[in-house]
């Protein structure tokens, strides 16, 4: 039915979503758990 796929679908979308969430705690603590990063060098 296609409720179904749509609640299946919604339901892979939340997933990704918290999966994708769950890393950006790391990535920060990665980067040194500032806020504001030095900007770049410009070339």
Avoid at 5 to 13: E, L, N, Q, S, T
Wanted: glycine fraction near 4%.
């Amino acid at each position: 039915m296609l409720i179904t796929k749509d609640v299946r679908d919604y339901a892979a979308r939340q997933a990704a979503a918290e999966a994708g969430m769950a890393e950006k705690p790391v990535e920060f603590r990665e980067k040194g758990t500032e806020i504001y990063l030095p900007e770049p060098p410009v070339p």
